[in-house]
């Protein structure tokens, strides 16, 4: 039996019933009161009245009868529809749920239920809206991200593609093809790592050894390895040396990973003649890493995106198509491993040029 009338017969017998119950238990009580009451009127009329005993009870129990059926006939009626309205506010509700669970079934995201009232089904509606609008916005990123690897992805193989043909048709001397090849084959590689890499990090899938790491060695092994890479730039790298009893807790090979994101982020963006500082201080929840530049600086509309994955401003978007510019991936994984370490990555720049990347990393447990 569909849901309807299953709702409407169970409330209606349940009037019903209650109804009925109380038909018979004033029928069978009625006689006492009223026996009582044609006593009493006896009594009041004198003797004549004795004769009237009898018609004066039928006369009463047939309209205290008639009564209670025209009351229970009526409070019949109305409960009844009273039952069907409330069936079918249920049942409603839980054929629009069907209906849009199908139509999410069917890949149609952007399905809503109404959202009337302020009872359970009104909840019930309210959490199916914000699933659907969670799994929306999961098929937007995963198209997205599509679009974009198959977007990177075209680039150096176009450009592998031309250097094949030229090598096929002679046109390039093997050395140079084969230089050329190694190098657009190494870009794929890095990007196929980075975008696994990313993936993992956003489903916090990532493998962490976390423990107690001086903060002096992180940023001694950074500026190791990226003093030559700045000077070849013709930047120069200022790292002011930790104390050694600044810790933090992590894992080292991410927090050097996050580290090495900021700055090879600060030597691609900063032009020539440029300073990238680095240093550490301790704040009231653990110790701030500050890597700043005196490049280009970052618009407000920038700072606020470039964490997400793919996001690149025009500078860095004019510098890929030259071969210099990044995936739009690294802030994506530095934050995201920043965060797996229960610390973060924020962005600070002024009107005036210049960013500011804080790395933030929770005091180690042991000086
Ligand atoms: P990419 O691989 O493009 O460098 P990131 O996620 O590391 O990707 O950075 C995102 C964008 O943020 C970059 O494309 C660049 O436009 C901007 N950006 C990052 N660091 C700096 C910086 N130090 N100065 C100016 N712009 C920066």
Do not use: W
Request: with cysteine; hydrophobic share 45%.
């Amino acid at each position: 039996m569909r849901l309807l009338p299953r709702l409407f017969l169970s409330h209606a017998s349940v009037v019903a019933l209650t109804v009925a119950a109380l038909f018979v238990l004033a029928e069978l009580l009625a006689p006492t009161f009223i026996s009582h009451h044609v006593e009493e009127m006896a009594a009041l009329i004198g003797p004549a009245g004795r004769s009237l005993r009898d018609d004066l009870s039928r006369g009463m129990r047939d309209t205290f009868t008639g009564a209670l059926l025209v009351a229970s006939g009526i409070a019949l009626c109305l409960s009844f529809l009273t039952a069907y309205l409330a069936a079918r506010r249920v049942v409603r509700a839980v054929r629009l749920l069907s209906a849009g669970s199908l139509a999410i079934a069917e890949g149609n995201y952007l399905r809503r239920l109404p959202e009337e009232g302020q009872d359970e089904l009104t909840d019930l509606a309210r959490n199916f809206n914000r699933m659907a609008r969670t799994l929306a916005e999961v098929e937007a990123s995963r198209v997205e991200l599509i679009t974009n690897v198959a977007h990177e992805l075209r680039t150096p193989l176009t450009a592998l593609q031309g250097y094949a043909e030229a090598l096929n048709d002679g046109v390039l001397p093997p050395g140079h093809a084969s230089a050329a090849i190694l190098r657009e084959t190494r870009a794929m590689e890095r990007l196929t790592g980075d975008l696994s890499l990313v993936s993992r990090v956003e489903a916090g899938k990532i493998d962490l050894q976390v423990r107690t790491i001086t903060v002096a060695d992180l940023l001694s092994a950074a500026q190791e390895r990226f003093s030559l890479l700045a000077e070849n730039r013709g930047l120069t790298l200022v790292v002011t040396p930790a104390e050694q009893a600044l810790t933090v807790q992590a894992d080292p090979e991410r927090a050097a990973q996050v580290l090495a994101n900021l700055l090879s982020n600060a030597v691609k963006y900063t032009p020539p003649g440029g300073t990238i500082r680095v240093a550490a201080a301790q704040t009231a929840k653990g110790v701030a890493i500050r890597v700043q530049d005196d490049g280009p600086g970052l618009a407000p509309e920038d700072q606020r995106r470039i964490f997400e994955r793919f996001y690149r401003t025009d500078l860095s978007r004019s510098r890929a198509a030259t071969g210099g510019g990044g995936t739009g991936v690294g802030l994506t994984i530095a934050r995201g491993l920043a965060r797996a370490m229960v610390g973060d990555v924020t962005v600070f720049s002024s009107a005036v040029g210049g960013s500011v990347f804080t790395f933030s990393l929770p005091a180690g447990t042991s000086a």
